[in-house]
Every structure is written in C-alpha cells, then in structure tokens.
C-alpha cells in the first residue's frame, strides 16, 4: 500500500463516527487531515488525538458558502487537495411516510445529498488541475437497497449519492480521478440514536466499528493511482436484516 505521506485530506462529518476513524486512519498512513463538521469541540477531540497534521475548519456542508470557504482555505494552505471523503450525513427519528415532515425531508436530503455536491463541486477544480484525486462518498447499503428502516428520505437521498458518485468517475477518469461510493451496512456510531426503535448496546457490539470503516477508506486512498474501486459494502457479519428474514416465518 501507498504511503499517504505528503497528502492532504478532507473529511466531513469528521467529528464523530466514521468520518472520525477515517481522519484517525488516513493521519496514521501520513496525511495531513482537515475535519470539518458543525461542532466545533467534537473536531478539536478529533484533531487532539491526530496531533499536528489535523486542521479543524469548521462549517455546515448544507451551506454552499462554507463548503467554498474550507476549499479556498485548503486551496491557499496547501496548494492541492489529494483524498476528499465526503461522508457527513444524518437522518431523522419521523422518517416514515405516516409522520415525515417537508422540514425533516428537506434536513436529510441537504445532509447526505446537497453536502455531497457542494463538496465534490468544490474539491474538483483542484483534483482536475493536479490531474489526480481520491473522492470516497460515504453512501449507504440504503442507497443500494431499500428497505424498512433507514426512512425514504435517507434511502432517497443515498440512492443519489451512489449515482453522483458513479457519475464521476464517468466523465472525470479522464482527469484521473477516481471515485468510490462506500456503502455501510449497520455501523455503532451516534447516528442510530435517530432510530425510531432504539439499538441496544448488544446489537451495537455486533456492528461494524468506526475504526473499521475508517480502515476501508485509508485503503482505497493508497491505492495507486490508476486503480478505482468503483462501489464497496462494508456489513455486519451479523447482518440484522438478514438475521430477521432468516427468523421470519417460512410463507
Ligand atoms: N452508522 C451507520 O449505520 C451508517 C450506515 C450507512 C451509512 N452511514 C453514513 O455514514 C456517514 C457518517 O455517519 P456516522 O454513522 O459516522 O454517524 P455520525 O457519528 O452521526 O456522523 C455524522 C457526521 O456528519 C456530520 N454532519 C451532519 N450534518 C452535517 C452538516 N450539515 N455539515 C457538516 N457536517 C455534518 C456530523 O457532525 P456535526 O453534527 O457536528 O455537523 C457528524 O459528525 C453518514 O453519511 C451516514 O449516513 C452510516
């Protein structure tokens, strides 16, 4: 594997959960990593634990205005931007059709959609002028599959940031870079705090940990440069979808 040495990284949503194992895990293979994320004493634990080669820029990804400003501060800082993980996102506890608002549509459309494009939009110009670039959108399985759980403006709006993702490598492999859209199964992070039935700690223990995922990512960031992983599902082995259908009664 690459070393990332030399590299600089953004990561959204890198404050908590998976954007925090990734921003752990690409400062360990040598990258400088920059946390952006809305509150600001969950990056600084993150930059903390990074030590020196983490800048905390902070800013709502659903704001177009913070998504250029962080990209022109890393523009003016460092010159390049190597590995964009565009992984902030969210989801909402009235998530069914039965008690969803326009509000609450509209908050997980912006946080896992809108983010997504500012931040590639934003990020492209410098990947296109070093004529190399790593982009990792971190979908989900519901952007693949829809099921039950993750609410229709989630599975909505990660369905659409797997197409966004595959897009890009179609029209930008020319200018050699290359995209991969992550999509997780059930990982312990505090975004299952939103879940209408709440997680036990049991359940949690058997998912996939932040780190893990954080792992994934430093992977497909050091391969070389003519190598993409197009799409990737990272899954619980005890995957609670299939525990239930193989509990469910046999029709
Ligand atoms: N955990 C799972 O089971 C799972 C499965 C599939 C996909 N995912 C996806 O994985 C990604 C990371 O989520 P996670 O599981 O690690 O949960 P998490 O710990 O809740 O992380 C989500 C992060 O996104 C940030 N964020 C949310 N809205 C933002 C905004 N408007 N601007 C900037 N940052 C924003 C949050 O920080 P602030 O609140 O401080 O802004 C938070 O740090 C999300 O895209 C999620 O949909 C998670």
Redesign the pocket.
């Known amino acids: 594997m690459q070393n990332l040495k030399g590299k600089i990284a953004w990561v959204?949503?890198?404050?908590?959960?998976?954007?925090?194992?990734a921003a752990v895990a690409l400062a360990e293979a040598g990258a400088t990593v920059v946390l952006?994320?809305?509150?600001v004493p969950?990056?600084e634990a993150v930059a903390a634990r990074i030590g020196q080669h983490a800048h905390v820029q902070p800013?709502?990804?659903?704001?177009v205005a913070?998504v250029n400003r962080v990209a022109a501060w890393i523009r003016e800082k460092f010159g390049r931007l190597d590995i964009f993980v565009a992984?902030?996102?969210?989801?909402i506890p009235k998530r069914s059709w039965a008690d969803m608002e326009p509000s609450g549509a509209d908050m997980v459309i912006?946080?896992?959609l809108n983010?997504a494009f500012y931040g590639v939009l934003a990020v492209l110009p410098m990947m296109r002028a070093q004529k190399d670039g790593v982009i990792i959108v971190?979908?989900?399985?519901?952007?693949r599959f829809i099921g039950g759980l993750s609410g229709a403006a989630?599975t909505a709006s990660?369905h659409g940031?797997v197409a966004m993702s595959h897009s890009i490598n179609m029209q930008e492999c020319v200018n050699g870079i290359r995209c991969t859209a992550?999509?997780?199964?059930?990982?312990?992070?505090?975004?299952?705090?939103?879940r209408p039935v709440p997680v036990s700690a049991e359940d949690r223990a058997k998912?996939?940990q932040?780190p893990e995922?954080g792992d994934l990512i430093r992977y497909i960031a050091c391969l070389p440069p003519h190598v993409t992983i197009n799409e990737v599902m990272i899954t619980p082995t005890w995957n609670r979808g299939y525990v239930n259908a193989l509990r469910a009664p046999k029709l």
């Not at 952006?36 to 509150?39: A, D, I």
């Not at 971190?138 to 952007?143: D, R």
């Open positions: 959204t949503g890198a404050g908590s959960g998976i954007g925090e194992g952006t994320g809305r509150r969950k990056l800013g709502d990804m659903t704001v913070d992984n902030a996102g969210a989801n912006a946080a896992n983010s971190t979908a989900s399985m519901a952007g989630y990660k940031a992550l999509l997780p199964g059930e990982v312990a992070t505090e975004i299952l705090d939103k998912m996939v932040s995922v």
